[in-house]
């Protein structure tokens, strides 16, 4: 089962809004077959494994690290492709939380004369694909907010520079995470100070390409911005209010970008709450935010955060003009301090990766 969660993560964002699921296929104390999820739309793990054992499936054990499917999609049930291999036995992390599948998968190969063992390693197979069980339980994505900041908490300096301020290694995982998730959203702010381009890249190498987001009330992004002069063959998606002027509105769609009028929050921003429910409408179930001290506070008030990525660089800024990792007005008093838990420091060359949560779903 260990060696099927390894396959599962190596899955890219091109498989949301399905989960990520890796299978083996052991018999006589080898693996004879095994695969992984790599495409909405494409062979499924259990499939890829099947393939690869041939007729060696049959009396064999398969582990996979979701309960195979038992409906018709994208594809044929993967139950039946179980059933006509031959395979014996069936070792489950967890169950599917989709209804169309929960429980009829595990009964289905049961009725089969299969049997079947579930809960190995679930724990971490539920963490592997938190996201997908959020998406499929709320219809909302799951919010990844992510960070580079020095030693005191600071992502730019007073005069707006910011690049770069984490080292190669945390630069090329942050690369890595993008791959892994559906969307990125960013700030209007965050455009304009660093015209960010919001893709994934491996070495040289592009890989999957997931959606980018600006959050721009008033149609305020620069015609000659990276993100715009980009989207022949990204997705790009600007949010604004109707506040927003309409000739502006025109020409942001002229470069092939789509722009989404939202409701408008007190403040008159984009209502955050409203583009959650957009994003999850349109199949974004795993969203990473890249933003600026405004937004990122705005997200965490809102109590949209799951998940926190923050990258400590061993460096101080200092001042009180520089720019927080989290802005906004903060919190009056501390007992109303937000308070992150699991959390798990690791090295990350010269830098230190910190991950947390915010949702005890």
């Given at each position: 089962?260990?060696?099927?969660?390894?396959?599962?993560?190596?899955?890219?964002?091109?498989?949301?809004?399905?989960?990520?699921?890796?299978?083996?296929?052991?018999?006589?104390?080898?693996?004879?077959?095994?695969?992984?999820?790599?495409?909405?739309?494409?062979?499924?793990?259990?499939?890829?494994?099947?393939?690869?054992?041939?007729?060696?499936?049959?009396?064999?054990?398969?582990?996979?690290?979701?309960?195979?499917?038992?409906?018709?999609?994208?594809?044929?049930?993967?139950?039946?492709?179980?059933?006509?291999?031959?395979?014996?036995?069936?070792?489950?992390?967890?169950?599917?939380?989709?209804?169309l599948v929960?429980?009829?998968?595990?009964?289905?190969?049961?009725?089969?004369?299969?049997?079947?063992?579930?809960?190995?390693?679930?724990?971490?197979?539920?963490?592997?694909?938190?996201?997908?069980?959020?998406?499929?339980?709320?219809?909302?994505?799951?919010?990844?907010?992510?960070?580079?900041?020095?030693?005191?908490?600071?992502i730019a300096?007073?005069?707006?520079?910011?690049?770069?301020?984490?080292?190669?290694?945390?630069?090329?995982?942050?690369?890595?995470?993008?791959?892994?998730?559906?969307?990125?959203?960013?700030?209007?702010?965050?455009?304009?100070?660093?015209?960010?381009?919001?893709?994934?890249?491996?070495?040289?190498?592009?890989?999957?390409?997931?959606?980018?987001?600006?959050?721009?009330?008033?149609?305020?992004?620069?015609?000659?911005?990276?993100?715009?002069?980009?989207?022949?063959?990204?997705?790009?998606?600007?949010?604004?209010?109707?506040?927003?002027?309409?000739?502006?509105?025109?020409?942001?769609?002229?470069?092939?970008?789509?722009?989404?009028?939202?409701?408008?929050?007190e403040e008159?921003?984009?209502?955050?709450?409203?583009?959650?429910?957009?994003?999850?409408?349109?199949?974004?179930?795993?969203?990473?935010?890249?933003?600026?001290?405004?937004?990122?506070?705005?997200?965490?008030?809102?109590?949209?955060?799951?998940?926190?990525?923050?990258?400590?660089?061993?460096?101080?800024?200092?001042?009180?003009?520089?720019?927080?990792?989290?802005?906004?007005?903060?919190?009056?008093?501390?007992?109303?301090?937000?308070?992150?838990?699991?959390?798990?420091?690791?090295?990350?060359?010269?830098?230190?990766?910190?991950?947390?949560?915010?949702?005890?779903?």
């Open positions: 089962m260990q060696r099927a969660l390894r396959l599962a993560v190596k899955a890219t964002g091109a498989v949301h809004p399905n989960p990520f699921v890796g299978a083996v296929i052991v018999k006589h104390g080898k693996i004879v077959g095994e695969g992984f999820h790599a495409q909405f739309g494409g062979p499924h793990a259990e499939i890829l494994a099947l393939d690869q054992a041939g007729k060696s499936a049959r009396k064999a054990t398969l582990y996979v690290t979701l309960e195979p499917c038992n409906h018709h999609g994208k594809t044929p049930p993967c139950t039946e492709a179980i059933i006509r291999h031959g395979v014996s036995r069936v070792v489950i992390a967890g169950k599917d939380p989709n209804p929960s429980g009829k998968g595990i009964d289905k190969l049961k009725e089969h004369g299969i049997q079947v063992t579930t809960g190995v390693l679930a724990s971490q197979a539920e963490q592997i694909n938190a996201p997908f069980f959020k998406f499929i339980q709320t219809g909302l994505p799951y919010v990844t907010l992510k960070s580079g900041m020095t030693l005191d908490g600071k300096t007073a005069s707006g520079d910011s690049q770069w301020i984490t080292h190669d290694q945390a630069r090329k995982d942050v690369h890595l995470l993008r791959s892994k998730v559906s969307a990125i959203l960013t700030g209007i702010d965050t455009i304009i100070a660093d015209d960010p381009l919001l893709t994934a890249r491996k070495g040289e190498k592009t890989v999957f390409e997931p959606v980018r987001i600006v959050v721009d009330s008033l149609a305020r992004i620069p015609l000659k911005s990276r993100i715009l002069n980009s989207c022949d063959n990204r997705k790009t998606w600007i949010m604004v209010t109707d506040r927003a002027p309409k000739s502006s509105i025109r020409t942001i769609e002229k470069t092939g970008a789509l722009v989404k009028v939202l409701p408008s929050s008159g921003k984009v209502d955050l709450h409203a583009l959650m429910r957009f994003l999850g409408q349109k199949g974004i179930s795993h969203l990473l935010v890249e933003a600026g001290s405004s937004l990122n506070f705005a997200m965490l008030k809102a109590q949209l955060v799951d998940k926190l990525i923050l990258y400590i660089s061993p460096k101080i800024i200092g001042g009180k003009d520089s720019y927080p990792v989290f802005g906004g007005a903060g919190v009056d008093k501390l007992a109303g301090a937000i308070e992150p838990f699991g959390m798990k420091i690791r090295r990350m060359g010269a830098d230190f990766k910190v991950e947390a949560y915010l949702n005890k779903r």
